[in-house]
């Protein structure tokens, strides 16, 4: 069963995390075991030093195994690429998947590789982000 942590951030105060239903009902579908959830309120152009729950969830995935992070949509990470092309990388480098639910994207493949795919859209979905 892979172990994986789920990552929700809405913009503000009012706002209430109706994408944590869909991800773990996705999950659940996909026999994942829910190791963690990471969610909060803040602005995605925040940078990541400013997100605790994200830095959390790095830190999370440092220091035990998980398999996948699975995010409702890419701007949930950041709205800057920068920063998102940054979270990706670092999970990457962890060997840890991020599943992006609204795009049906995940970073790795099966066998542990970059999916290159993803990582072309994903980059170009970064920049359409920040512009919003």
Known sequence: MKKICI???VSTQS???RQLSEL??????????VVKEFSEKISGAKAIAERQA??????????NRIDKVLVY???RISRRAIDFLQVIEQL???KVSVY???????TLMADGSVNPIAQLVLGIIGQFNSME
């Open 7 to 9: 990552y929700a951030r």
């Open 15 to 17: 706002q209430d995390y």
């Open 24 to 33: 773990r009902e996705y999950a659940t579908r996909m026999n994942y075991e």
């Open 54 to 63: 994200l830095t959390e969830l790095l830190e999370y995935a440092a220091a």
């Open 73 to 75: 949509e890419c701007s």
């Open 92 to 94: 990457t480098q962890m």
């Open 100 to 106: 992006i639910l609204q795009n049906g994207l995940e």
